[in-house]
Nanobody
Framework: QVKLVESGGGLVQAGESLRLSCAAS????????MAWFRQALGKEREFVAA??????????ADSVKGRFTISRNNANTETLLYLQMDNLKPEDTAVYYC????????????????????WGQGTQVTVSS
């Protein structure tokens, strides 16, 4: 059974930090690129960051570059995905979702949502001004 479970969301003030986690199991996600997306109320889901399955290559949306850091840990029975979010802004308020690439061992790290076929339920991040 495939499961992606996010945690770590919450309510913070502008300028503070949060670290999101995602535990992915049920497939060999160590062979999949993984990503974070977010969806603000009334807006479309958007790409935040992604990391390659093998060499640590990362990709970031311009809006979070320099403030957010994606990382992963391929443990024995599950893959752990993280998003360190620093200097948070009110516009970062959204539900954050972790996702895994539909294709194992894809050589390029995609930012398109349609390339990701495994999704978590999301965790709410709220940043007050």
């Amino acid at each position: 059974q495939v499961k992606l479970v996010e945690s770590g969301g919450g309510l913070v003030q502008a300028g503070e930090s949060l670290r999101l986690s995602c535990a992915a199991s049920g497939r060999t996600f160590s062979r999949h690129n993984m990503a974070w997306f977010r969806q603000a109320l009334g807006k479309e889901r958007e790409f935040v960051a992604a990391i390659s399955w093998n060499d640590g290559t990362t990709v970031y949306a311009d809006s979070v570059k320099g403030r957010f850091t994606i990382s992963r840990n391929n443990a024995n029975t599950e893959t752990l995905l993280y998003l360190q979010m620093d200097n948070l802004k009110p516009e970062d308020t959204a539900v954050y979702y972790c996702a895994a690439d539909v294709l194992p061992e894809r050589p390029n790290v995609p930012s398109l949502m349609r390339k990701y076929d495994y999704w978590g339920q999301g965790t709410q991040v709220t940043v007050s001004s």
